[in-house]
């Protein structure tokens, strides 16, 4: 699993020094800003549903897994998802229309749109929950593979942003079909809709989460949008480029607590997930040394020498690595098992104020990517010292 996740990620790896050149900064930049504006309304879709939709599965393959029990739980989600995007493409149509920079790039924005479809056809917890995270994997990797040649094919000029767009929303989609099919005929699971008014309790019991969601994504995405406001969309490629020098290291890592988590929701002990965290820090140190160490480098190749400023940025946003990662599992560790869902909101809404202050304060008296890169730092910090002051607090680890 883990060698198949690197492949997934080195993808990017392989067509960002071509779309750099292709697209230039500014034709990247705008793809990126879009991009971050699909993955608000992705997490407005997914409306936190994916944690408990995994805890049920988890809970029910240890139980037999019963056919019907999934069935009962896929349809429900998927229902309730399909609602969300019906309510969330009318909002963003309006968006599209009313807002000039993203009438001026209407193609882009609908295009990338169509990719919250796959928060409906991929449910990636479900495949966590009967813990077959590689068949995701394959998915993923195997539709990234094939959208490669139309990439290197097609793009040529920085007015084929749409074009690359679309590529990616088709391979997109296209894999989130291939899962469904895969729970419906292989794993013989039917997800019929469900009546509207059952599906408060599924709304009700995702809501701490939708919450928790929805406030990480502000600050991860709304970032971004802050810096192509403030800064232009040549700064947006250099935040891009330094995020996906550490996205790659950030994922694997944080997929071990995605991994995990099926197994620890069921049955666990104080002693191992305070283990489980020691190494998780430790693992965490050494892979911001690791950037420090060969960044700079990295940054040149990948940005053909045009955005140096990424590797300073990257070593900065390198300590999200370790926050993020202990701050997950504190989550799913220690406030999910201990039905403490609550805690996981504060603890979101610590980290978007204190992210969204620091940029917002930095942007505005001295312009520069570096308080963005800041802000990011200095919330995760922030969060992490919640985690441990409210488990320390409610002695939620002993």
């Not at 071509?18 to 991009?35: D, H, M, P, S």
């Not at 489980?276 to 990295?298: F, N, R, T």
Request: charged residues 10%.
């Amino acid at each position: 699993m883990t060698m198949i996740q690197v492949l997934n990620v080195c993808f990017y790896f392989i067509v960002y020094p071509f779309l750099i050149v292709q697209l230039g900064k500014e034709g990247y930049g705008t793809y990126a800003f879009a991009w971050s504006i699909v993955c608000i309304a992705m997490a407005v879709i997914n409306f936190g549903f994916d944690l408990p939709g995994a805890k049920h599965v988890a809970q029910i393959m240890s139980e037999g897994g019963e056919i019907k029990r999934l069935s009962a739980v896929l349809s429900y989600v998927q229902t309730a998802k399909i609602l969300l995007e019906l309510a969330v493409a009318s909002v963003f149509a309006i968006l599209v229309f009313a807002i000039p920079f993203m009438r001026e790039h209407y193609l882009i924005f609908i295009i990338g749109f169509a990719q919250t479809l796959t928060c409906i056809f991929f449910p990636q917890w479900y495949f966590q929950g009967v813990q077959r995270m590689r068949v995701v994997t394959y998915i993923q990797f195997g539709c990234k593979l094939l959208s490669l040649p139309f990439i290197f094919w097609f793009l040529r000029t920085p007015n084929d942003v749409w074009l690359f767009m679309l590529i990616s929303t088709v391979a997109a989609v296209l894999g989130a079909f291939a899962a469904w099919l895969i729970i419906r005929f292989k794993d013989g699971i039917p997800m019929p809709l469900v009546s509207v008014k059952n599906l408060k309790p599924c709304y009700t019991e995702a809501m701490p989460f939708f919450l928790t969601n929805v406030m990480g994504i502000l600050k991860e995405q709304g970032v971004v949008l802050l810096t192509g406001a403030f800064l232009g969309m040549a700064d947006v490629a250099v935040f891009d480029l330094a995020n996906k020098i550490v996205t790659l290291p950030r994922i694997l890592l944080l997929k071990i607590n995605d991994a995990l988590y099926p197994k620890i929701v069921v049955k666990s002990t104080a002693h191992e997930i305070k283990r489980i965290m020691k190494s998780e820090l430790l693992m965490g140190i050494c892979v911001v040394v690791l950037i420090v160490a060969i960044g700079k480098w990295v940054v040149q190749i990948l940005g053909h020498g045009e955005l140096p400023m990424a590797y300073p940025v990257s070593i900065i946003l390198s300590t999200t690595i370790l926050f993020w990662m202990l701050g997950t599992a504190f989550v799913n560790f220690v406030f999910v098992p201990t039905d403490n869902r609550y805690l996981v909101t504060i603890n979101q809404v610590v980290a978007l104020v204190t992210c969204l202050s620091i940029v917002a304060v930095w942007l505005y008296l001295t312009p520069s990517v570096y308080g963005v890169a800041t802000g990011l730092a200095i919330s995760g910090f922030c969060e992490v010292i919640f985690c441990i002051f409210v488990t320390w607090k409610k002695h939620l680890l002993v």
